[in-house]
């Protein structure tokens, strides 16, 4: 029993010593060394300088301002932290507070619907910049232009069949506003006894007559509407540039040149989600925007496609000498968000778009056509290229028309309503027109339409409140 | 013995029975649970959606080329990763070939002296930019500009003691080169029959002729050198814009007004790193650049500071014409980079600034100190309010001159010694001088120097060589 006694002794030692050895290898392996952890792969700490920002920013996107509004890193500072900018309508410090008859506001062409795209794509679209990132006023090839950029430019454009960009000159702007002008110096007469015409058709987007009168340069002059310049004049010569918006801001016609001469076209809207792609633009001019591709509106980018040599010049000398190049910052930025926006051959991004779109004008068109009050455009089937099937358009505005007869002035009928559009006189057309943007937030979009249902449903009530 | 022996089983079985007791504990408390490792605080996943952009800006930063250039993230891409960017004289595909009889290019006033600084703050001045961030083409009180920049504005201005800002009105530019022509713009007359005088004084600034002439307006016409413009006209019944750079540039002057009329003050060198502080800058229109000031040439921001309403207005109407606003992705890092600005009463910035270009210009002189054939610009000391002392100024160009009869084209002479400078006749003044920029990075002015006391030692050789 004695001897027994030991060998339990002698085998739970045994037994004992064997556990503290594993034990002090599963410690040794475990750990760095003797007592210091050692970090598994996805605790190492794999960030340095930007962990700070980083962190920043996340910690902002992640305030709530009650899911109506928006926090920004730069946004105003209350108690050491961003304020909430709330949307239209809610206010109150965490934008709680709702105002419920305030107005539908339908006037801007602010890109916002886009935004729940990009939130779902917050990985791939982030972008940091370090503080010491292209200081320089010039790229390594000495231009002020992103060479991998302009890459990403023929990228969209073929991928999307929306423009001729092989062999073509591209030049960037501050947005496609910058641009308009800068191609308008671009093509002017060198004559100042005969300055050049420079017209569009209405409805056209005011911007080309404010710029073109505002610069107020003795190469050109706004004259008007095309068509009207067209009835009494000969081109003969005569140096005009024709401005051509296809779709047509605010109609979202697709539009051609009336006069066949020096033509601006202005594309900022000829994307899938807006229009038909009825094949690739081959135009000697044409100029694009982000804030109609991508909705980054704030961003300020857009870029011209130029045919010839010689205007290509031109437009760039006038990039250069009106700022010395667009910001670094902002390519850098673009560059960032087109690399999403060409993932999946475009498809996840224009079918968002698209279906945003095409939801909101079925939507519209449903209450509308209950109206015989309000009509808006007629859209007609058309065959997209790019979603390989013939579909309607989904143009951004809905240009709404006033029929009855004492409705000359809509904006007011419409104001009544608690609307807010744009006035047709703001397009050189009648005010028994008003533009309506239908490319603002969900939020925005589901109180127009609330707005118009009410409208509507008010139509066969008295007139005289109206 | 027997009983000895089994004690010491005994003690050694309990010994060993409590360490692994220990180990147990240890096991549980260092872990989560059985099995799982517990993440230390420097372990926990603190980013989401950030990660992986903070993670690639790091790694582009990290790609060392040699030393002898840099890795953006927005680089011509080759084998899946940013190519380097080579500085001048450098090449190959790591930047560690170098082309030793290469020229000094000391051209550009490419503000790089800086990036060290902007390196050395690197967590401080990283932005991260969301794909959502702004997307608004305006801000939440509809304007086109950042609140809480305007507010870092302030912020420098009153701490470096520049510029009276209090009650001024802030407009924001894609670099002052932009306000630049606003000013004019704002500044000129409504009658195109009488157009107002543009005129700034030799050396001056090509960018005003340039953008003056380019431009075309009605409303103005560039007539040259002020001096010789009074010398030859009264004031009375016509209308002049004068433009006051001061410094200036290239000769880093300080200067006033000569005409007392209206005048647009360029301050882009009013920082105390090129200039002492005097007091703070009081005038009716005055404008600013970040690139001077942090070293952001690429970012493209500028300011103009202006008292009157009406005037303000129309800059302000310039900009919205010319591009709707600038960048709002520029206007978030320039306030990152404001804010680093500022810390420390701007001393960290102004200093290291400062003592770069000081370095500089002691160098600079002792070597042309030696030299009869070039001369530079005198500098006296004033007192500057900023470092509260009395000092010489550290111009950002040294503005050269070829004091040989024969030397007319300092240019070529400069050229023959592998240096390359802008020619007096860019600034209207006469090929005799030539500019010469002092800050770029630091390796540029160690060539520009290396080839300067080269060219200096040989002025006791052969004048015919020369």
Known sequence: MGKTKKYCYGLCLLISVAINILFSINLYVGEGQWGEKKHEDSCQPVLSWSEKAAAEAEAVAAISCSGHGRAYVDGLVFEGQPVCECFDCYGGSDCS??????????????????????MQHATESAVVISGWHRMSYRYADYTTMSKELENYIHKIHLLVGNAVTEGRYIVFGIGSTQLLNAAVYALSSNKTSSPSNVLASIPFYPMYKEQTTFFNSESFEFEGDTYSWQSNNSTNNIDVIEFVTSPNNPDGELKKSVLGG?????????????????????????IFTLSKLTGHAGTRF???????????????????????????????????????????????????????????????????????????????????????????????????KCEREEDDDCGVVLEAGKIIGRAGSIFSAKDRYTRLSLIKSQYDFELLLKRLTELVSHENGSIATM
Chains 1, 2 share one sequence.
């Not at 305030?102 to 890109?111: E, K, L, R, V």
């Not at 900022?268 to 044409?286: E, V």
């Not at 209950?370 to 997209?384: A, V």
């Open 302 to 400: 857009g870029w011209a496609v130029i045919k010839d040599k010689d205007i290509y010049e031109k437009v760039l000398n006038y990039i250069s000498i009106a700022d010395l190049g667009i910001s670094k910052d902002t390519q850098l930025r673009v560059l960032k968000l087109l690399k999403v926006a060409v993932e999946g051959y475009g498809k996840p991004l224009f079918e968002f778009a698209y279906n945003t779109m095409r939801e909101r004008w079925d939507r519209l068109t449903s209450v509308l056509s209950k109206s015989t009050r309000f009509s808006i455009q007629k859209r007609h089937p058309l065959h997209c290229n790019f979603f390989n099937e013939t579909r309607l358009a989904s143009p951004a505005y809905a240009w709404v």
């Open 262 to 286: 020096k033509t601006i076209y202005d594309h900022a809207y000829y994307w899938p989600h807006f229009t038909q792609i009825t094949g690739p633009s081959d135009h000697d001019l044409m």
């Open 97 to 118: 507070e709702l105002s419920p008859e305030c107005f539908a506001d339908a006037d801007s062409g602010d890109p916002v619907f886009l935004e729940p795209f990009w």
